[in-house]
């Protein structure tokens, strides 16, 4: 017996559950497994930019891929192999070790394409194509939130069954880091007399510390852009009406209790270090953190801003253990102040309210308001020839009357050249039939049909979210709904029919119908809106209230995006998120033949725009930073964009560990932070837990009682 306990022990048995060595499913088996059995593996590395978190002098990402080159060297030969990271391929196994081993080397850090989550649920995906019985899975990740959604448990939750799962936590329980997590502009396309305002959402965990943030611009003028501290922006004259009380309807700009103005902009001769060489600094405050979590609001002001294009940086100033969320970048293009004119019946009463929204009187004496009105008559309007016209951006009518369809058509045409035309539709729509015919539905997008009117407290503007370019004043509330739209009612209006497939229902009323349609029209665009902005408190039986009361910032909120969407600032853009598809406009002027575009690491690529559309796409925005379009040949424009990470993507903190429960199963996976760890899990999970030391147990103890037997009985 002694002999055969011995014998059994060198031949190293193991017992372990039947089918997968992390399920724990089926019953206990005792059978003689070998750790050089080929299997299927899929060793899968967290590739976010959130693994360049340094700890101890090494990144995440190089100790994750460290250990993900340790774990195959120790698998079988004969094995299959596939390497996954967050950049989408078709996923296939790898045709040697050799090549698993230069895929892991190749990984570098990029903004996600996918998650970790959905990276696992394709490796699963692929292990269950695989004929070998054993199969594995290596996870190495940091096993930070954004990496882990749960709307991927199911997916993996189904495959993992019958598959050993290895997760390797490559990231620390504590994190010592301050980072930027928001940057909001007040817009993207600005007037030359309005303030581009930038507010920074800070964050900070671990040890306190002191941090400065500055901002740096880079215009293609190379001239200086004054700064101003919040506190020194001029405040609107509270002595305007109700409509006027406010240029836009954000929350007040606030700094952070601990932050301390240093708005005097450093010498021109000297940029700030790592600014680029036309840059500087413009403004820098600094922050004070306390030990643990914090959040801080800092805002920056740069007024008067030259027409052209403008790009610039946040960023702090010092680094720490994770650069990717020290700074920001932003594009914004400056243009002349932009010309609107207002028509309507009786200028001075049925304008007043629109025109003091877009063009405060104030604003008017100083010459700076972003918007320069000009008011007439219907009758004045008409005898205007094209010239006129076209010295306006953009054409509002107030509650206009029948109109022939000449003059629909012609408005048509108007924005047909790259043009705005705004319709306010009202009570003097009367009779309706002219607001039908082709030439006005060209227009319109539409057909009003009929008047609705409220029968109890009145009706709201009720719009599903805030992303469309007519609410884009909106969008620092984060949601619709949190809007106090009820507080305007609205009495009546028209409802809109025939609505033709160009058009979008960019706001509806609370009943449903649509309130604010927009609709391109060759080069330009029409905004209509099914009741008007004409009537006054005292009127008899008013339409609404929308322009009146305390709540009156809602409507210049309105006007500023209707006006901001009819000259065009409303539907450009300049900073996207890795990913995304770049669309730079021409708006005027020739299309260039080709342009070369920098990339934020120095590269330049040759592109050729789409004149027909006057248009240019790029959509390889992978890297973070400033791209920067020239053109080239004899036409000469500039342009460009800036790529950010999304909010979120960058976020350090860890997930709950019964996250992973909820992915593998509770018993359907093994954690280890180190080669020993792994090493341990992984011949556990592979051939079960070993014997050997249960039968030397067992050696030990019959030796000893066969002694204490033989001489028991010698006696």
């Not at 004899?634 to 950010?644: C, D, L, P, Y």
Request: a negative charge.
């Amino acid at each position: 017996g002694l002999f055969a306990l011995i014998g059994l022990a060198l031949a190293r048995p193991s017992i372990r559950f039947d089918g997968s060595s992390a399920s724990g499913s089926g019953s206990l088996l005792s059978r003689f497994t070998s750790q050089e059995t080929p299997i299927a593996a899929a060793i899968v590395i967290d590739s976010s930019p959130r693994m360049d978190y340094q700890i101890a002098n090494q990144i995440r990402l190089e100790k994750a891929k460290a250990e993900a080159r340790w774990v195959l060297s120790q698998l079988p030969e004969q094995s299959q192999i596939a390497v996954l990271n967050g950049v989408r391929r078709s996923e296939t196994f790898e045709v040697d070790l050799y090549s698993a081993a230069e895929r892991i080397d190749r990984t570098a850090s990029n903004p996600e394409e996918r998650s970790v989550g959905e990276s696992v649920a394709a490796a699963l995906r692929l292990l269950k194509s695989s004929e070998l019985e054993t199969k594995e899975l290596y996870v190495f990740s940091d096993l930070t939130s954004p990496g882990w959604p749960r709307e991927k448990i199911a997916s993996v939750r189904s495959q993992a069954e019958g598959i050993g799962v290895y997760v390797v936590d490559v990231g620390g329980t504590e994190t010592n880091n301050s980072g930027i997590v928001r940057l909001e502009l007040s817009g993207e396309v600005l007037s030359s007399q309005s303030t581009l305002e930038l507010d920074a959402e800070l964050t900070h965990s671990g040890q306190a510390g002191q941090r400065m943030i500055e901002l740096i611009t880079v215009d293609s003028s190379n001239r200086p852009a004054p700064a101003r501290s919040s506190e020194e922006q001029p405040a609107p004259d509270q002595s305007e009406p109700n409509a006027s009380d406010e240029n836009k309807p954000s929350a007040d700009s606030k700094t952070g209790p601990a932050a301390e103005s240093l708005a005097a902009p450093t010498d021109p001769a000297t940029p700030a270090p790592g600014a680029e060489a036309e840059g500087q600094r413009r403004a820098s405050q600094i922050v004070e953190f306390p030990e643990g979590t914090q959040t801080e609001q800092l805002n920056f002001l740069l007024p008067n801003l030259p027409v052209g294009l403008h790009q610039g940086i946040v960023r702090l100033t010092t680094s720490d253990a994770f650069a990717a969320d020290d700074q920001m970048y932003f594009t914004v293009e400056v243009q002349p102040a932009w010309k609107v004119l207002l028509v309507a019946r009786e200028p001075a009463r049925d304008a007043r309210f629109l025109r003091e929204a877009l063009d405060p009187g104030e604003f008017r004496k100083r010459g700076n308001s972003p918007f320069q009105t000009e008011t007439t008559d219907f009758e004045s309007f008409r005898a205007m020839t094209d010239s006129q016209w076209d010295s306006f951006r953009a054409v509002i009518l107030l509650d206009p009357p029948p109109q022939n369809p000449a003059l629909w058509k012609r408005l048509a045409d108007y924005a047909a050249q790259g043009h705005g035309v705004g319709v306010f539709l009202g009570r003097n729509a009367n009779p309706i039939r002219s607001f039908q015919t082709e030439a006005a539905h060209e227009l319109l997008g539409g057909k009003p049909l009929r008047q609705v009117r409220a029968e109890d407290d009145g009706f709201s503007l009720a719009p599903d979210n805030l992303q469309v370019p007519t609410l884009s004043a909106f969008r620092s509330f984060g949601e619709a709904s949190d809007v106090p739209w009820s507080l305007q009612p609205i009495f009546r209006y028209w409802e809109m029919g025939e609505i033709a497939e160009s058009v979008d229902i960019e706001i509806r009323y609370s009943d449903g119908r649509p309130a604010v349609l927009s609709h391109p029209i060759g080069q330009g665009v029409a905004v209509v809106v099914s009741t008007p902005v004409s009537d006054a408190p005292g009127d008899e039986d008013p339409w609404n209230l929308l322009p009146v009361g305390e709540n009156s910032w809602i409507f210049v909120g309105l006007a500023d995006g209707i006006g901001r969407t009819l000259v065009g600032a409303g539907n450009q853009r300049f900073n996207y998120f890795p990913g995304q598809t770049a669309n730079l406009r021409f708006s005027d002027g020739p299309v260039p033949t080709s342009c070369v575009l920098t990339l934020p690491n120095g590269q330049t690529t040759k592109l050729i725009p789409d004149a027909a559309k006057r248009q240019l796409r790029f959509g390889g925005t992978e890297q973070i930073g400033n791209y920067r379009l020239r053109s080239s040949g004899t036409v000469r424009r500039e342009n460009g964009f800036s790529v950010n990470y999304p909010r979120g993507e960058l976020d350090l903190s860890r997930i709950e560990p019964k996250l992973l429960d909820e992915y593998f199963g509770e018993k359907g996976y093994r954690l280890a932070k180190d080669r020993n760890g792994i090493e341990i899990v992984v011949a556990r999970g592979r051939v079960g837990s070993e014997l050997f030391p249960l039968i030397m147990l067992c050696v030990c103890l019959l030796f000893a009682t066969e002694y204490v037997f033989s001489n028991r009985f010698y006696r």
